[in-house]
């Protein structure tokens, strides 16, 4: 899953992208307003995270842009303490929740999960899946064929990609950028390695192999064969 910060107090922000990559997400962070809505603008993210009073473009004005841009992206905005305004205003204008300054880390974190939890109820479901494999969102649980199986934040993260994204083949660049934060080198087999990881888990011990290598291009899951 992969969030932007737009925070333009260089220390909160950095603390933000800290707890937040370690909670496992990739993270961008831009640290005044353009920067915020060039990113929100070109590069898909699964939520952001909008601080109102910034310097050059205030959080409000970007998330009326986003929103006439008609990007759907979750946005939580952070807001100051007296600003009742700002808060009717935010919410008003489409964003999803807010958290007003100062916040321990903790709830920004569980109001992250929340608001990503219902983005994914929205496609229909709190788990996503394919086949016998299903992906519980909420608790980062995966099971195949109702057996546990234990990943990595990293390999959850990949998987979850892959099954969002299910019968589309996704480049190594594409993996690279949304799962590690980094652009692929192509000397780099770090996907690879992460793959036939992911890959022994998943698929080794059963008959359907879900994960399929399509040379030359990137990596897929789906149902061999179009089966269901
Ligand atoms: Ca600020």
Redesign the pocket.
């Known amino acids: 899953m992969k969030l932007l910060i737009v ?3 260089v220390k909160t922000g950095e603390y933000l992208k800290q707890g937040l990559s370690e909670a496992g997400f990739v993270v961008d962070l831009a640290h005044n307003g353009l920067d915020g809505y060039h990113l929100a603008m070109t590069e898909r993210y699964d939520l952001v995270i909008l ?4 310097p050059d473009v205030d959080g409000l004005r970007i998330l009326t842009s986003l929103r006439e841009a008609g990007k759907e992206v979750p946005v939580l905005f952070l807001t100051a303490r007296d600003s009742v305004d700002d808060r009717v205003k935010g919410l008003e204008l489409g964003a999803d929740d807010y958290l007003v300054k100062p916040f321990v880390f903790a709830e920004l974190l569980a109001r992250v999960r929340t608001l990503l939890r219902r983005g994914a109820n929205h496609a229909a479901e709190s788990g996503v899946g394919i086949a016998d494999l299903k992906l519980d969102l909420a608790r980062r649980r995966v099971t195949r064929g109702g057996r546990r199986i234990h990943l990595t934040a990293k390999e959850f993260a990949l998987l979850e990609l892959l099954v969002r994204r299910q019968g589309e083949v996704l480049p190594r660049s594409l993996i690279a950028s949304q799962v590690w934060d980094m652009n692929f080198d192509s000397d780099s087999n770090v996907i690879d390695v992460a793959i036939r990881r992911l890959l022994a888990k998943i698929d080794d011990d059963f008959e359907t192999k879900l994960i399929q290598t399509v040379r030359g291009m990137g990596y897929m899951i789906d149902m061999p064969d179009g089966r269901l």
């Open positions: 925070e333009d107090e601080d109102v009073m910034l």
